[in-house]
C-alpha cells in the first residue's frame, strides 16, 4: 500500500496514517479501543439502581413543585412517591426496549422520555401555560433527539451494533 504524500505547509507526524509505518500501514493495527475501567457487575447494578435514584430526585422535585413552598401533606408525599414510580418505570422500559432498536428510533425514544419528563416537571409550576409547557418538552426532546442522534450514529453500525 502507497502511502499518499504530505500536504505541502502540513508536518508529517510520526506514526501518524501518512507516516511510514503508521497505522494504516501494512501489518500494523490501529490503536486498541479505550478499556472499560468498570467491571460487569458494576455496569449491571448502575443499570438497576440508576432508575430509583432518578426517580426518587424526580419525584421529590415534582412534589416540591406541586405544593409551591404549602406545608407538607401526606397526597403531597403520595403524589411524590407515585410520580418517583412512574418515572422509574419508564426509565426501566425505556432502558430495557431502547437499545433494541435502530439509532433513529433509539434516540427518538429517550427524546420522547426526557421531553414528556421535563414536560410534566414543567407544567407542575403554576406560572406556565399548557402551550408553554408543550413547546418548552418539545424543544427539550429535540434536543435530546439531536445528541442522541449524533451519538448512535457516529458509535453504532446501521443495525445498532456498537462500533470498536
Same mark, same amino acid.
Given at each position: 500500500?502507497?502511502h499518499?504524500a ?13 507516516a511510514?509505518?503508521?497505522?494504516s ?27 430509583? /435514584? +432518578?426517580g ?5 422535585? *415534582?412534589a #416540591?413543585?406541586?405544593?409551591? @413552598?404549602g406545608?407538607?401533606?401526606?397526597w403531597?408525599v ?16 425505556v432502558?430495557t426496549?431502547?437499545?433494541r ?13 426526557a421531553g414528556c ?12 401555560? /399548557? +402551550?408553554?409547557?408543550?413547546?418548552m418538552?418539545? *424543544?427539550? #426532546?429535540a434536543?435530546?433527539? @439531536? ?12 443495525t ?5
Open positions: 500500500m502507497a499518499a504530505p500536504t505541502p505547509g502540513r508536518p508529517v507526524i510520526p506514526g501518524g496514517p501518512s511510514p509505518g503508521g497505522p500501514a501494512p501489518g500494523r493495527s490501529a490503536a486498541p479501543a479505550t478499556p472499560d475501567v468498570f467491571s460487569e457487575r458494576a455496569h449491571t447494578l448502575t443499570n438497576r439502581i440508576l432508575p430509583v /435514584v +432518578l426518587l430526585v424526580y419525584g421529590y422535585w *415534582a #416540591a413543585m406541586n405544593r409551591d @413552598a406545608p407538607i401533606t401526606g403531597n403520595l403524589f411524590g412517591f407515585v410520580t418517583a414510580f412512574v418515572f422509574a418505570a419508564l426509565h426501566i422500559a432502558q426496549v431502547a437499545p432498536l435502530r439509532r433513529e428510533l433509539h434516540a427518538l425514544l429517550w427524546a420522547a422520555f419528563a421535563f414536560g410534566f416537571l414543567y407544567s407542575q409550576a403554576t406560572q406556565h401555560t /399548557v +402551550l408553554r409547557s408543550a413547546a418538552s418539545l *424543544a427539550v #426532546a434536543a435530546f433527539f @439531536a445528541v442522541n442522534f449524533y451519538r448512535y450514529y457516529t458509535h453504532e453500525d446501521a445498532g451494533h456498537r462500533l470498536r
